[in-house]
């Protein structure tokens, strides 16, 4: 019998190379915040009335990744499935990764981002944004706790399992807040939804998992050790799951919101008349984040293989961009009512669709903030004892009969 | 340890700001003398007794008429570059078309001063404040620029400064990377005069604003408010804003 | 960059050589115009930010305009004038408030929303307040070379 070893990543010149391309993406990112400081918002794509851009795509994607991310953790603590065991480290790790990551790119889009102290030092607890500062520092702070439960010796896996209890409902808070963030804007069309938070929970599940799927498949084959297909396997049929309930909570959205004569017309520009919004609902989120990858996974026998669960997960990450572009930008874009029964128009686009046209800035800055998750993760994994080192279908079958 | 203490200090400050009394001088600096803050007994100027408020008359506003736009970007400085999707916007000029009878009305629309405001629910920091009379203000020197605020009003009444700033008004600061919006000319308000716009409202004859405090019954727009009709924006919101509208 | 040396070494042996007097460096604070404070300079030197920032809070959230500390009271009459009566904007580094927080390195945040000049005297697009465009500011006058060479000069007068 082989018991599960862990050991740092070891430095291999592919790993330095692919360190090193993500520190020029940071570097960029940086000097794109320089940039957008010293000359404004104006440098971006943002407007006075998409006030939320790319940058904040980014950020809500990794954010909600992060929370996902930690579901093989949970599954493997506080629902007992033993053959998970082995990746709950990287689990942990690759979360708060995920999240400073995002963090990142929301803190350094502010306008005034030289006044992060004040948003840690002055509070108004009846905004959301306050609350989640503190879901999102506690979040990192349990993590830790949980990532050095596991990792210390001393500590009996009765107390790991309480820990990742801990971790796992703070991690639904978490999402539920950043869910409600959107949820709880009563005044724009498109969000004022109940349904944004379990919507979010749903989408942090699917993304976080596609994210983890990936992360260790490329750790593992940067550092050459040997990974289950069984595992991979039993990770991509989780996924289809996952993403098909993220369809479902879509489709119960739309079609609360169709059943209302008010959000008809939201619900016209989203579904039929918004043009790129539209591609981007159809054809993003809905067929190549959601169709595609669940009917790649469930094919007999393509679904057998590696590099189905691979492009599921890069289909379910592109789509899971696009679905929450359409949250943030097509529920901006669309305008506002002024006043029941009256058509509004004005020089400020009042009654118009609103276009936003990305600029290099926020786009550099968004990918910063994934570098910025990646390199973390990598450097967690290079020196501490994350990574297991033989996790082939032999060792694991072995592991799974003395579980 | 000194968090009493501080604050102990902070309070004699303030009193010593306020009433310049003797006792106080000596916690704060020995042997300093207090001329310079002996007068400075005025009362605040925001009276919880009050609650301020626009009656906008929809019927007397002229379509092509924005002497209310440019008052207040001369008054309050925010003369925009030409691009009205960066541009600050603290007022502009709205059309309303009755979908089914197709009856226009023009107006302008302005922070509408809610009673209960989403951008003040909103904001991280509370920098987005609502002051005792019912104005709705931005606290710069706490606004961190996350644009919250901007996604939760219903009126796209906030703009955020998307460039640097020169020249601002002495009476309104206002600088690139935080979210601005109308005062209700607040340094007005505050010496007992009227907002720009509705100075230059009545000043083109059209005289369709009307300034005053919605709680005295005996002020010109509590009268009017209850003899005529009149709505709210958004009524479904139910924001009990201070900007009302008559004859839409 | 080898003259910017220099002009540090210069600067650390002479104050090292005057080490009981104060630093070529020291600020020398323009004149005011107006009464002077009652408290005395030493205290608003000390006290000045302390009393600002509480009597802005009283002015914004409470509406009070009879406060003892404001920007635009401060403007009545500490304003600094170039060699051609010029009044200057924060951008230059003769501005009443750089003189002595340049040399305290103490960043000034109040000029990225309030004006660095009465009402009335216009400030250029170059008060950028936040980052000027400019580092040297007006006539390459605020390079940190300049300054030190300055400085240096100073103490060679003594």
């Known amino acids: ?403 | 340890m000194s968090r009493e203490k501080l604050s102990g200090a902070e309070l004699n400050r303030r009193d010593f700001l306020r009433s310049g009394a003797a006792v106080a001088t000596a916690t704060l600096a020995p042997g300093v003398t207090l001329m310079a803050f002996g007068g400075s007994e005025a009362e605040a100027a925001a009276d919880a007794g009050k609650r301020w408020g626009l009656l906008i008359d929809v019927g007397k506003c002229a379509p092509d008429c924005d002497a209310c736009v440019s008052a207040c970007a001369d008054e309050n400085g925010w003369k925009g570059q030409g691009n009205p999707e960066t541009d600050a916007q603290w007022i502009r000029k709205v059309t309303l078309k009755n979908k089914a009878t197709g009856h226009e009305a023009s107006m302008p629309v302005m922070c509408q001063h809610c009673e209960q405001p989403p951008c003040v629910d909103v904001c991280p920091t509370g920098a987005s404040f609502k002051r005792e009379d019912g104005i709705v203000l931005v606290d710069k020197h706490i606004c961190i620029g996350c644009r919250y605020c901007m996604m939760a009003c219903p009126f796209k009444a906030r703009s955020f400064v998307h460039e640097p700033v020169v020249n601002q008004k002495t009476h309104a600061p206002r600088g690139q990377g935080t979210v601005e919006s109308c005062t209700l000319c607040v340094h007005r308000v505050d010496a007992g005069g009227v907002p720009a716009c509705v100075e230059a409202c009545a000043a083109t004859g059209n005289g369709a604003i009307i300034f005053g405090d919605l709680r005295d019954p005996e002020s010109e727009i509590s009268k009017r408010l209850a003899e005529y009709p009149s709505v709210a924006l958004r009524p479904d919101l139910d924001l009990n804003p201070g900007v009302r509208y008559a004859e839409l | 960059m080898i003259r910017v040396v220099l002009a540090l070494l210069l600067l650390a042996w002479s104050s090292g050589a005057m080490a009981e007097e104060r630093s070529s460096l020291w600020p020398d604070v323009p004149a005011a115009t107006g009464e002077p404070h009652p408290e005395g300079n030493e205290y608003w030197r000390k006290n000045h930010m302390a009393l600002m920032k509480h009597d802005r809070d009283l002015t914004m959230h409470l509406g009070d305009r009879e406060i003892g500390a404001s920007l635009k009271g401060c403007f009545e009459c500490h304003t600094t004038t170039n060699a051609s009566g010029k009044i200057l904007t924060y951008a230059d580094e003769g501005h009443f408030c750089r003189t002595c927080h340049d040399f305290a390195a103490v960043k000034v945040d109040c000029f990225s929303c309030h004006r660095s000049t009465p009402e009335g005297v216009e400030e250029d697009a170059q008060h950028a307040a936040i980052r000027p465009e400019v580092p040297g500011g007006e006539d390459g006058r605020n390079e940190i070379l300049a300054y030190l060479q300055r400085a240096a000069g100073k103490e060679a007068e003594k």
């Open chain 1, 1 to 403: 019998m082989e018991r599960t070893i862990y050991r740092e990543l070891k430095p291999t010149p592919q790993l330095w190379f692919v360190a090193f391309g993500l520190v020029v993406v940071v570097v960029a990112a940086l000097a794109s915040v320089i940039h957008v400081e010293h000359r404004g918002h104006i440098a971006t794509g943002m407007t006075n009335q998409i006030v939320w851009g790319l940058p904040h795509v980014f950020a809500i994607f990794l954010i909600v990744a992060a929370s996902g991310a930690l579901n093989v953790a949970s599954m493997a603590s506080v629902f007992d499935k033993t053959q998970y065991k082995p990746l709950s480290r990287l689990s942990g790790l690759l979360a708060m990764a995920l999240l400073v990551g995002g963090l990142a790119v929301l803190v350094l889009d502010l306008g005034r981002p030289d006044r992060l102290i004040v948003a840690m030092t002055t509070y108004n607890f009846s905004s959301i944004f306050a609350w989640n500062i503190f879901l999102y520092t506690g979040f990192l702070a349990i993590v830790a706790i949980y990532l050095f439960a596991q990792m210390s010796r001393g500590v009996t896996s009765e107390v790991v399992k309480r820990v990742g209890l801990v971790a796992f409902l703070w991690r639904l808070a978490l999402t539920t807040g950043t869910g409600s963030i959107f949820g709880w804007l009563v005044a724009r069309p498109g969000y004022d939804a109940a349904i944004m938070a379990p919507l979010f929970i749903a989408m942090s599940f699917s993304f976080g998992l596609a994210v983890f799927i990936l992360v260790l498949v490329a750790l593992f084959r940067l550092s050459e050790r040997p990974l289950s297909d069984q595992l991979l396997y039993s990770f991509g049929r989780l996924l289809a799951i996952f993403a098909a309930v993220v369809l479902y909570f879509s489709a119960v959205r739309h079609l609360t919101n169709l059943y209302a004569a008010e959000h008809a017309g939201f619900e016209a520009f989203i579904l039929a008349e918004g043009g790129f919004q539209t591609v981007l609902f159809w054809g993003g989120q809905v067929l190549l984040g959601g169709v595609v990858p669940i009917a790649m996974i469930f094919h007999p026998t393509f679904g057998k293989t590696r590099q189905a669960v691979l492009l599921a997960s890069v289909l379910i990450i592109l789509g899971g961009f696009a679905h929450i572009y359409q949250i943030v930008i097509g529920g901006q874009a669309y305008p506002m009512p002024l006043f029941p029964g009256y058509e509004v128009s004005s020089g400020f686009g009042d009654g118009a669709v609103a276009q936003y046209s990305p600029r290099w800035p926020e786009l550099v800055l968004g990918l910063g903030g994934v570098a910025i998750a990646l390199i973390a993760t990598g450097l967690g994994a290079k020196v501490l004892r994350i990574l297991p080192t033989n996790l082939s279908d032999a060792n694991m079958e072995r592991q799974g009969g003395n579980g």
